[in-house]
């Protein structure tokens, strides 16, 4: 039965983020990723973890949303979700934390039970831009037991705290078509898989392996440059230093996913910042 201590929660927090981010911050840490976390949270500093959280938010998986406001404002909080830390400047942000509890059903015997988790977010000011941001939370619930686990069903969502964040700041949702073909036909980027708008209907295209629409069909990119995008899968090419970056954009709705870890620091940002400034 997994426990429900503050010090369980704070290392299922700690968890969401890739162990070399933990050895640099805390280089004199040894062992599994499990014994440095445990080590760390142990500790109990919490104002040096929640730096971290903050720190190192960019490495992370992440869901983001990009909105336009009138008057952009970072809110001391968002439903329940508190902030740690916030940088003022020319691109002021903020970082908050949110309580969110999984309901877990288990068999063998049956039993119904809860599991808390700290929800780490992040709002960031780029001019009249509010980008809100989410550390993904999509953690195998059924590791946490040694029973089989019938469903786990979470009680708050992205949704949940866009919709509380709506009612302190007017936000209006930002089509990023025009920044992300402009990065596209730079070179940016480029793109294996897509759906897009015709006239009277959505379609989808997915090239075969390792075979990419502007290199590769160059008259499905002249067609896509005329119609609207939706979730499509771009590659940020990787160079001799760095790896490349695989991101899913839904220009039309004007949010970006990043699956997969980072490599370097302010990676996320630079994409983030690059398709905001190429859409102005």
């Known amino acids: 039965m997994a426990r429900a ?26 062992g599994t990723k499990e014994d440095i976390v445990e080590e760390i949270v142990a500790e109990r500093e919490w104002r040096r973890i929640r730096a971290f959280l903050d720190k190192y938010f960019n490495f992370c998986r ?3 949303y990009v909105y336009r406001a009138e008057s952009p404002s970072l809110p001391d909080r968002i439903d329940r979700a508190r902030q740690i830390r ?34 780490p977010m992040r709002v960031d000011i780029i001019g009249m831009h509010v980008v809100v941001r989410f550390i993904v939370l999509e953690k195998n619930i059924g590791s946490y037991y040694d029973r089989p686990m019938v469903k786990a069903d979470r ?6 705290f866009i919709t509380a964040l709506q009612q302190d700041v007017s936000l209006q949702a930002v089509d990023l078509n025009k920044g992300v073909k402009a990065l596209w036909a730079e070179d940016f980027m480029d793109a ?7 006239p009277t209907s959505t379609a989808s295209e997915a090239m075969d392996e390792a075979r990419l629409i502007k290199r590769d069909n160059p008259e499905l990119y002249a ?4 119609m609207p995008l939706y979730s499509t899968l771009f590659i940020v090419p990787g160079t001799q230093d760095k790896k490349e970056i ?15 870890y980072s490599e370097d620091m302010g990676d996320t940002d630079n994409v983030i910042r690059e398709i905001i400034q190429k859409n102005s």
């Not at 067609?223 to 005329?226: E, I, N, V």
Request: charged share 35%; net charge negative; aromatic share 12%.
């Open 223 to 226: 067609q896509l440059m005329t």
């Open 246 to 260: 695989a991101l899913w954009i839904d220009p039309t709705n004007g949010t970006i996913r990043f699956p997969r």
């Open 5 to 30: 201590s503050s010090e369980d929660v704070f290392q299922r927090l700690l968890d969401l983020f890739p162990l070399r981010c933990l050895k640099e911050e805390w280089p004199q840490k040894k």
């Open 192 to 198: 294996p898989r897509t759906q897009f708008k015709k």
């Open 62 to 64: 992440q869901h983001v």
């Open 155 to 160: 009680d708050r969502e992205e949704e949940d």
């Open 86 to 119: 916030r940088i003022d400047g020319d691109e002021p942000h903020a970082t908050y934390t949110a309580r969110v509890r999984y309901t877990v059903v288990l068999r063998d015997p049956f039993a119904e039970t809860k599991l808390d988790f700290l929800w």
